[in-house]
């Protein structure tokens, strides 16, 4: 069974920086597909960043770009997300997203522009606030 478990959230002011980690188990690490997901309250959840960790390709949301920076481990399954430079506007529950059945080397693109169809397993959250 696909487990994915997140940390590294928390509260920052504007311009500080996070670091975000999704541990996977259960899955073939080295062929599998992962993300992350911002939910902000009352809207929908929108992807941020994604890599296919059997090639190392990446992607990122717009708002992101330049600022985040999605990274694996492959010893430790692990999946990180540098968040640089951070905006009250990126204030949200975070979650680790991961794909084996659409996994591929476009699933980052299709996870961010497309969005949650292309997930397969969640994560629990992890809440990210950003103060002015």
């Known amino acids: 069974q696909v487990q994915l478990v997140e940390s590294g959230g928390g509260s920052v002011q504007a311009g500080g920086s996070l670091r975000l980690s999704c541990a996977g188990s259960?899955?073939?690490?080295?062929?599998?597909?992962m993300g992350w997901f911002l939910q902000a309250p009352g809207k929908e959840r929108e992807g941020v960043a994604g890599?296919?960790?059997?090639?190392?390709?990446?992607y990122y949301a717009d708002s992101v770009k330049g600022r985040f920076t999605i990274s694996q481990d492959n010893a430790k399954n692990t999946v990180y997300l540098q968040m640089n430079s951070l905006k009250p506007e990126d204030t949200a529950m975070y979650y680790c997203?991961?794909?084996?059945?659409?996994?591929?080397?476009?699933?980052?693109?299709?996870?961010?522009?497309?969005?949650?169809?292309?997930?397969?397993?969640w994560g629990q959250g992890t809440q990210v606030t950003v103060s002015s």
């Open positions: 259960g899955y073939t690490y080295s062929s599998n597909c």
């Open positions: 890599i296919y960790t059997g090639g190392g390709s990446t």
């Open positions: 997203a991961a794909s084996v059945s659409t996994c591929g080397p476009s699933w980052p693109r299709r996870m961010v522009l497309v969005g949650p169809g292309y997930v397969d397993n």
